[in-house]
């Protein structure tokens, strides 16, 4: 019986186009139904989902053969038998070369000119909704924090930290266009991301907790990527429970599982 496999792209087409490369069989002679056809989102960035087919695969279609590797002969050294040591042929490299010296990773200076075109654009998204905030900058070699600061914060954060999160959205996709090296933006007003990080460090103790108490997995809801990263970074040492991140979009949920052996042991 035929198999079925899911792909997906920007859109349909692309979507179709991926399938045919990892068949390896023309897009023409693909059978496949469309799923999802996808969403451009807000302004073609926040909210974005991809298309996504379902292709019913003739068997043996994806099967590649299997290439058989020969392992090349042993080089044969020849050693004299008077003085073995001190005689051995120059075709052994000197010890010096076999050390494994990993070079120190290059750090670029982030590009003022993209910066600022990061932090202008960012004022004219925060004076589009209230007046009279300021925005302030700091950087390192890999991330930029762009600060705001106005009397009416509350507007700016959203409920949940949604318009917050939006923005940064964004303004890290106009940073990191004309980048090769991602940096990563965080834009924060007032403190918010510090309290925010803080509560949600607190969530996952408690959420973890209880699965530990229950046996049962919890979820700590819908959260953006950068506070799903808050939570596995809290929890990625307690060797009871495991993080993982379900379902798709800006959005995606999290779960908090508790490990296997951890289960046993209270079974037993």
């Known amino acids: 019986m035929p198999s079925q496999m899911e792909f997906e792209g920007k859109d349909v087409e692309i979507a179709v186009k991926n399938a045919s490369k990892k068949l390896s069989l023309p897009a023409e002679k693909l059978k496949y139904s469309v799923i999802s056809y996808g969403s451009t989102g807000i302004f073609g960035l926040v909210g974005a989902k991809h298309a996504r087919i379902r292709v019913t695969i003739p068997d043996g279609a994806h099967q590649k053969p299997k290439k058989v590797h020969t392992a090349p002969p042993p080089e044969q050294i020849d050693i004299p038998e008077e003085n073995p040591v001190s005689e051995i042929p120059a075709v052994l490299p000197p010890p010096e070369t076999t050390l494994d010296i990993t070079p120190e990773k290059t750090v670029r200076p982030l590009d003022e000119t993209t910066l600022r075109i990061g932090k202008d654009a960012l004022q004219l998204i925060v004076d589009a909704i209230t007046p009279g905030a300021t925005i302030s900058m700091e950087t390192d070699s890999e991330q930029v924090l762009l600060n705001i600061s106005c009397e009416n914060s509350a ?100 779960m908090i599982f508790p490990k296997k052996n951890t289960q046993k042991k209270k079974s037993t």
């Open 155 to 254: 507007i700016l954060i959203g409920k949940g930290g949604q318009t917050l999160d939006a923005m940064q959205y964004l303004v890290e996709k106009i940073i990191n266009r004309q980048n090769d090296d991602r940096i990563r933006v965080h834009v924060d007003i007032e403190g918010y991301l510090k309290n925010r990080r803080n509560n949600l460090d607190q969530m996952a103790v408690s959420l973890a907790a209880k699965v530990k108490l229950t046996g049962k997995p919890a979820s700590a809801g819908q959260l953006n990527a950068h506070d799903r990263r808050i939570i596995h970074l809290a929890l990625k040492d307690d060797t009871a429970v495991r993080t993982q991140s379900i379902g798709e979009g800006l959005y995606r949920k999290l």
